[in-house]
C-alpha cells in the first residue's frame, strides 16, 4: 500500500488557510472564535465534506469529521490538532496536523483502503492560551481536565467570557455534554511540527513522540504604593514592578537549579499599572509558564517559587497574590502507538527517532482518554510561534505518508 499524497494541493490549503489572519503574510495570527478563526473553520467544514466526512461539533466547538468504518462495533481511531495561532505566528503550528489527516484520508480513499474502525479527524478549539488565558481548552474538557462552570466563565482581557464567545459563534449547549466517555477512541495520533530543532540538527524525517513534558502556568499579582516619580524618594517607595523583576529571576534561577535539563520557565506577561513613566508602579502582574518532563522536579520548582514571591513581597512591603491557571501531568504516549509509527516510517522509507515534546498539545489531554502518540515532523532551525516558521514540502510530505499508513494500520 503506498499511499500517493497530493502535495501541491496540501500546500495551497494550508496557505489559503494562512490567510484567514489579523496580522498579514507571512506572520498568522486567529485567536479562537475571531471572524478569522470561524472562517477558517468555514473553510475546513467544506474540505471535510468534499471527503466525504460526516462533521459533527459539539457545545465549545470541538468539531469531529468522520470517515465511517465498516465495523460500528470498533472504537473509532483519531487524529487532528488546533488551528487558533497566536498573535504574529506562523502558518504550520496546528494547521498541519488537521489539514494533513484530510490529505491522509484522502490517499487512502485514492487507493481503494476502507477502515473497519471509523477515523475521525478532530479539530480541538482553543490549544492556544491567547484568548482565555489556558490552552488546551476544548481537549480538557473533552477529557474533564476542565470544569464546565469554570471553563464557560473564563474571560479574555475585556471580560468576555467563554460563554459569550462561543455563543455568538454558534456554539451552544451545555458544556458538560462535551465530555467524551473513557476509551471513546482506540487511539489518538496527533502530527504536528517539531517546534524545535533536533529533528533538522540530526536529519532525520520522523519523531515518535514518547512524552509530553508537563505544564504548569502561575499568575502572580503584586501590589505595592504608587505616586510621583519625582516626589517619592526611593527609601519610601514600595514599586511593584521591581518585585515582579526579582520574582522573574527568580523564575529562571530555580528552574536552571532545581529542574531538570528539560525544564524550562518563561515569565511572558508582565504588565504593570499605571503605566506611565512618571509615576511608581502600584500594580505588577506576571504569568509564568513552567515545564518539565520530569512532573516531580517542576513541582518542586513551583513550591520553591511560591516561597520565593512571599519572601521578595515581605521584604519589599508588597501585597501578593499567587494563582494557578493550570499545573497538569506529562502524559506517557502508548508504545505500541510509537512502534506502529516507527513501523509506518520504515514501510515509507524514512528515517524515524523516539522523542520528547517540550510544547505541549491536545494530546496530552487526549492521553486521558485513549493510548496516544505524536508524529513529528522538522521544522526550520526548531522556530515556532513566529512568522518565519516553516516546513519543508518533503517533511510535510513524510509526515501526511507515515500518518496515512498509521491510520490504515490502526483502523484495519
Ligand atoms: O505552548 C505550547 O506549548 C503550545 O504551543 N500551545
Ligand atoms: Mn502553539
Ligand atoms: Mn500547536
Redesign the pocket.
Known amino acids: 500500500m503506498k499511499p500517493a499524497i497530493d502535495l501541491p494541493r496540501l500546500l495551497a490549503e494550508i496557505d489559503a488557510l494562512a490567510l484567514h489572519s489579523e496580522t498579514p503574510p507571512p506572520a498568522v495570527t486567529r485567536l479562537v472564535f475571531s471572524p478569522e478563526d470561524r472562517a477558517a473553520r468555514a473553510t475546513l467544514n467544506n474540505l471535510f465534506d468534499q471527503a466525504g466526512l460526516v462533521v459533527r461539533t459539539d457545545a465549545v466547538g470541538n468539531t469531529f469529521a468522520r470517515w465511517p468504518g465498516t465495523d460500528p462495533n470498533r472504537p473509532a481511531v483519531a487524529t487532528g490538532s488546533?488551528i487558533d495561532a497566536?498573535p504574529n505566528a506562523g502558518k504550520f503550528?496546528?494547521v498541519v496536523g488537521v489539514l494533513g489527516p484530510i490529505e491522509a484520508i484522502r490517499a487512502l480513499q485514492a487507493i481503494g483502503f476502507q477502515p473497519a474502525a471509523s477515523i475521525d479527524i478532530i479539530l480541538f478549539t482553543s490549544?492556544?492560551?491567547t484568548r482565555f488565558g489556558l490552552?488546551?481548552l476544548g481537549s480538557r474538557l473533552l477529557s474533564g481536565r476542565l470544569d464546565p462552570a469554570r471553563a464557560d466563565a473564563l474571560a479574555d482581557r475585556n471580560g468576555k467570557t467563554l460563554a459569550a464567545w462561543r455563543t455568538e459563534a454558534g456554539f451552544s449547549g451545555d458544556l458538560a455534554s462535551v465530555r467524551l466517555p473513557q476509551g471513546a477512541y482506540g487511539a489518538f495520533v496527533e502530527l504536528h511540527i517539531e517546534?524545535g530543532p533536533l529533528l533538522e540538527r540530526d536529519g532525520i524525517a520522523i519523531g515518535a513522540v514518547e512524552k509530553i513534558a508537563a505544564?504548569a502556568a502561575l499568575r502572580v499579582r503584586l501590589e505595592g504604593e504608587g505616586g510621583h516619580a519625582g516626589a517619592v524618594l526611593m527609601p519610601d517607595r514600595r514599586d511593584a514592578s521591581l518585585g515582579a523583576a526579582e520574582v522573574a529571576l527568580a523564575v529562571e534561577r530555580l528552574v536552571t537549579s532545581l529542574g531538570s535539563p528539560d525544564g524550562v520557565g518563561t515569565s511572558g506577561v508582565f504588565t504593570i499599572r499605571p503605566g506611565a513613566i512618571n509615576s511608581v508602579p502600584f500594580e505588577a502582574v506576571l504569568e509564568i509558564?513552567l515545564?518539565d518532563t520530569d512532573h516531580a522536579a517542576r513541582q518542586a520548582v513551583e513550591e520553591a517559587l511560591r516561597r520565593e514571591v512571599e519572601a521578595i513581597a515581605t521584604r519589599r512591603k508588597l501585597r501578593f497574590s499567587i494563582e494557578t491557571i493550570n499545573s497538569d501531568p506529562p502524559a506517557l504516549a502508548d508504545p505500541g502507538l510509537v512502534s506502529a509509527i516507527e513501523a509506518s516510517a520504515a514501510e515509507e522509507g524514512v528515517s524515524c527517532r523516539r522523542m520528547i515534546s517540550?510544547?505541549?498539545?491536545d494530546s496530552l489531554f487526549m492521553a486521558l482518554l485513549a493510548p496516544i502518540t505524536m508524529i513529528f515532523i522538522p521544522c526550520r532551525n526548531g522556530y515556532?510561534?513566529r512568522p518565519d516558521e516553516h516546513t519543508a514540502p518533503e517533511a510535510l510530505r513524510d509526515g501526511v505518508a507515515v500518518l496515512a499508513r498509521t491510520l490504515a494500520r490502526l483502523a484495519s
Open positions: 488546533h497566536i503550528d496546528g490549544e492556544e492560551p490552552g488546551c517546534q505544564p509558564d515545564r517540550r510544547a505541549y498539545h515556532s510561534h
